[in-house]
């Protein structure tokens, strides 16, 4: 991700160069939210199960899943 983002955002920002510090400070902003929203939700089923994990993973797969069907739903209305 560290290695890759600034390339990504370059090319995806091709014509807006003027923003590109901006652009690549939220999303990292966005990103580093993100993972320390899920850390923090597994730290809070945390009971030292070994199924606990492996259901929050599931749970977050379906969550992206569900997200990803409703996304190309309303781009295919």
């Given at each position: 991700m560290n290695t890759t983002l600034p390339v990504?955002?370059?090319l995806a920002l091709v014509g807006?160069?003027?923003v590109i510090g901006t652009a690549s400070g939220l999303f990292s902003?966005?990103?580093?939210?993100?993972?320390?929203?899920?850390t923090?939700?597994?730290?809070?089923?945390?009971t030292?199960?070994?199924t606990r994990l492996p259901l929050?993973?599931?749970m977050i797969v379906g969550v992206m899943a569900l997200?990803?069907?409703?996304?190309?739903r309303s781009k295919a209305v």
């Open positions: 990504v955002l370059n807006y160069e003027d902003f966005g990103y580093y939210l993100a993972i320390s929203a899920l923090y939700g597994m730290s809070l089923l945390h030292g199960s070994n929050y993973m599931i997200s990803y069907g409703f996304g190309i």
